[in-house]
């Protein structure tokens, strides 16, 4: 839940601010993300175009595995 929350006030951010700072923005909302914890993808579309994409924190513990964009989820 609170994912999804934090996706939706990133999009809502987009509206209202210039890129560099709603990039700060996002990056603060996913900041307890980091290298030790399971992690998040985000991607940011305005109208039909990617304007950011990021992920944050692991995609696999055990393997310490960096989550990032790309990755393909099951």
Same mark, same amino acid.
């Given at each position: ?11 809502? @951010? ?7 700072? =709603? ?7 996913? !900041? *307890?993300?980091?290298? %030790? ?5 985000? @991607? ?7 304007? =950011? ?7 696999? !513990? *055990?393997?310490?595995? %960096? ?8």
């Amino acid at each position: 839940m609170k994912i999804l929350l934090a996706t939706i006030l990133s999009i809502m @951010l987009i509206s209202c601010m210039e890129k560099p700072s =709603f990039i700060n923005q996002i990056d603060k909302i996913f !900041l *307890e993300f980091t290298n %030790q914890t399971p992690g998040a993808s985000v @991607l940011v579309l305005q109208r039909d175009s990617v304007v =950011f994409k990021k992920g944050y924190g692991l995609a696999d !513990l *055990e393997k310490k595995i %960096q989550l990032n964009p790309k990755l393909i989820f099951d």
